[in-house]
């Protein structure tokens, strides 16, 4: 199911992940400690549009972890601390 643009990157931006603008908005997640991560992604410039399932699941993959807790983690079910361990367990923290 698709996924409002704002409400990924403001569900991205609450759980410590950095905006930088370019060509994109790129998201780079900062871990509680400040570090920079290997957790990252990127959204199209844009207004009003959602992001298809296939462009989830490769955020999703982009950022350590799968589609169902990538939703998760944008909707705020899934807390930082967990996600973290995620980050740890698939070696990107």
Same mark, same amino acid.
């Given at each position: 199911?698709?996924? @409002?643009?704002?409400?990924?990157? %403001?569900? !991205?931006?609450?759980?410590?992940?950095? #905006? #930088?603008?370019?060509?994109? *908005?790129?998201? $780079?997640?900062?871990? !509680?400690? /400040?570090?920079?991560?290997? @957790? *990252?992604?990127?959204?199209?410039?844009? #207004?009003?549009?959602?992001? %298809?399932?296939? +462009? +989830?699941?490769?955020? %999703?993959?982009?950022? /350590?972890?799968?589609?169902?807790?990538? &939703?998760? !983690? $944008?909707?705020?079910? &899934?807390? #930082?601390?967990?996600?973290?361990? !995620? &980050?740890? %367990?698939? /070696?990107?923290?």
């Amino acid at each position: 199911m698709p996924k @409002a643009k704002r409400d990924i990157e %403001a569900g !991205l931006t609450r759980k410590g992940f950095k #905006r #930088r603008e370019g060509d994109h *908005s790129y998201f $780079v997640y900062e871990s !509680l400690d /400040g570090k920079k991560t290997m @957790a *990252s992604t990127k959204v199209s410039h844009g #207004r009003g549009f959602d992001v %298809a399932d296939n +462009l +989830l699941s490769l955020m %999703a993959k982009q950022c /350590g972890i799968n589609k169902a807790q990538f &939703l998760k !983690l $944008v909707e705020c079910p &899934l807390q #930082r601390d967990d996600y973290e361990v !995620l &980050l740890r %367990a698939a /070696g990107k923290l």
